[in-house]
């Protein structure tokens, strides 16, 4: 069985079922919701910052990944938009410490903010991208919970899925928590 075979069942399962609670696309499966930021590895924040800032952008916001050992600066356009996320780590365990030691500061991953990030880390994992995470993590912005997914072929590209609640961490079939918005985020 090809992968267009498994799409054709999906697509007769699901059928014309579509949720008000979530956005959804023709198959009835999470979607992304906009582009959140784009993450650069740096082991030099305030040197990236210098030329963040002379390009015009502001902080928003800081906080740390804990789970990841990473403090995160989000950067911004005075009108707002997309962020840049300046990554470095907190202590040499962390596993960006690796990425930059063999391959230096630069792109790290794009960062797309979905409805339902558990849903949608399932949707990516079924369509053979390789998961970082097993289940969503605290992120560094207030009520942010994040996954990682890693598109080996044919980007090698880093994705992560963000997902902002004001209540619990995310979990399948939790249908409580209401998306929120973190500050600074547009």
């Not at 502001?58 to 990473?70: K, Q, W």
């Not at 230096?104 to 994992?125: C, M, N």
Request: proline share 6%.
């Amino acid at each position: 069985m090809g992968p267009r075979t498994g799409v054709r069942r999906q697509l007769a399962r699901v059928g014309d079922r579509t949720t008000r609670a979530r956005k959804t696309d023709r198959i009835g499966e999470a979607v992304i919701v906009r582009l959140d930021h784009v993450g650069v590895a740096t082991g030099d924040p305030q040197g990236a910052g210098d030329l963040l800032a002379a390009l015009g952008l502001t902080v928003g916001d800081r906080g740390n990944a804990e789970t990841y050992g990473v403090s995160c600066d989000f950067w911004q356009a005075e009108k707002g938009g997309c962020a840049i996320e300046l990554v470095a780590p907190l202590n040499d365990e962390a596993a960006i410490s690796r990425r930059l030691a063999e391959h230096g500061p630069g792109l790290y991953h794009i960062a797309f903010e979905v409805d339902d990030v558990v849903a949608e880390l399932e949707r990516l994992r079924g369509l053979g991208l390789v998961p970082v995470d097993r289940e969503p993590q605290p992120g560094a912005r207030h009520g942010m919970w994040v996954a990682f997914v890693y598109a080996k072929r044919p980007a090698g590209l880093l994705i992560e899925l963000v997902e902002y609640r004001r209540t619990d961490p995310p979990a399948a079939g939790n249908t409580d928590a209401h998306p929120g918005t973190a500050v600074g985020a547009p």
